[in-house]
Every structure is written in C-alpha cells, then in structure tokens.
C-alpha cells in the first residue's frame, strides 16, 4: 500500500493479516521520522532504527503477557509518556497492537490522547475487528484498510499436491497409476479432491517451462477435471480419467 503524502497524527490500520498491518505500521512509524527523500527513504538513520526496532521514539502498546486485554494503566502510562519531549526525532509514534483488545476504559483514556496530545505524537491502531472500537476512538483516526487476506492452503495438502504434480509431469504410466489408485483408496471428499486438482493445477502452471509440452496437455486434462469433479465427485472416477487422458 502507497503511504499518504502527508501524514495525519493518527491511523486505524485494519484489514489484511497481522504480519501485513504490522509491516505497514513500521513503514508509517519509518515516515514519521525519516530525515531522507521521499519518506520513509529506507536507508537513513532513523528508517534503519525504525525496522531494527530500536528507534527510541517508536513503542510498541500490546497486551501484557498474563492479560487479554489492553488496560487502562497502559492506557494511562502512555499519556504520561505522550508528554515528555522526544529522544532523537521530530515526533514520538505510538503503534497500539492489537487495538481491538483496548478495554473500554483504556480507549477512554487513550481517546484524551488522541484529542489534545502534544502535536508531535502519533498514533497508529492495529485492528482487525474495528467495530470493537469505540465510535469516538475511530472518529479521531483516519482508516487505512489493507486487502482482504487471501486463505493459504493447508500445507499437507500443498506439499501433497506439489508431489503430485511432479509424478504427473514425470512419472511414466504405470507410475501415476499407482499413486492415483493410492490417492483413490484414501476415499478424499469432494471438496478436498477439488482443492487437491486446484493447487496440483497450479504447481503445475509453475512448471510449465521445464515441462512445455506434457505441462500443457496437463493442465488442460486438469482444468476439465475439476470442472467435470463438481459433477461427478467421485474420486475413481475422476482420477481414473486423468491417468486415461494424460497417456492416451
């Protein structure tokens, strides 16, 4: 995501995963006290303290270790913070993770902060579920929302799929026969079968430039099998078909 030209002193950061709103909030944190061009450059002193995470003037507000919440005393303690002048750079940046665990009394406290604080703090809410903010706390925030996360497959079934893509590519016939026949008695439901043809179809794709030819006549077999699946979810028969077709 582009970083706004000029920054505001406060964001709600909402959307994505936690990594990504994280990494955002770093490189917002980066902007807010580069001394290079354009902001946040990267590779001045105050960029390179920021991503080491050891610039003095970022602090990090999350929930204690024995809590579920993000209390008021926190709540309290960064306003007294708020107001002691900045160690090294211009502003001083709160990054608040995750700020849907403020507690109702925290983000009270934290909205006396957000609404006559000093004007070099900054202030950036990590939220995935900002309906649990308090109106008035979102209402002094400007929103940056990250894309919907994309769901990751389930890693067995992409390491499943990589070796089977491989054995598809290379393996002779009596080869995939056997492993389709195996995959086959392990009775797979429909959904998994399909999500199985899908990521196979697409380790295949990644492949192509190894495997122009058989890649190719694969990926169209593939293509309509998942398609045919829906239909007919039967795994013997769908996978049957695969091996009839890529060896015919």
Not at 82 to 87: D, E, H, I, K, M
Request: net charge neutral; proline share 7%.
């Amino acid at each position: 995501m582009d970083l706004p030209q000029t920054l505001s002193h406060a964001y709600l950061i909402t959307g994505g995963s936690e990594q990504q709103r994280q990494e955002l909030a770093r490189r917002m944190a980066a902007a807010y006290l580069c001394t290079g061009q354009p902001a946040p450059c990267g590779v001045c002193r105050p960029c390179r303290k920021v991503q080491g995470g050891i610039h003095p003037d970022v602090q990090w507000v999350t929930t204690l270790a024995d809590k579920r919440e993000i209390t008021v005393d926190q709540a309290r303690t960064l306003r007294a913070d708020l107001y002691v002048t900045p160690n090294e750079g211009a502003r001083k940046v709160y990054i608040i993770d995750p700020a849907d665990a403020l507690n109702p009394a925290a983000q009270n406290a934290l909205l006396k902060s957000l609404e006559d604080g000093p004007a070099y703090g900054a202030f950036l809410l990590l939220c995935q579920q900002p309906g649990r903010l308090l109106e008035t706390v979102r209402s002094r925030c400007e929103t940056l929302s990250l894309p919907p996360q994309e769901d990751q497959p389930d890693p067995q079934q992409l390491e499943k799929a990589q070796a089977l893509a491989q054995l598809l590519l290379c393996g002779s016939e009596l080869e995939v026969a056997q492993q389709l026949t195996a995959l086959e008695l392990e009775k797979p439901k429909s959904a998994q079968l399909l999500e199985l043809l899908s990521l196979t179809e697409g380790c295949v794709a990644g492949q192509l430039a190894q495997h122009p030819q058989r890649g190719v006549k694969l990926l169209q077999i593939l293509k309509q099998c998942r398609e045919n699946g829906v239909y007919n979810p039967g795994a013997g028969h769908v996978l049957g078909w695969v091996c009839t077709r890529l060896f015919a």
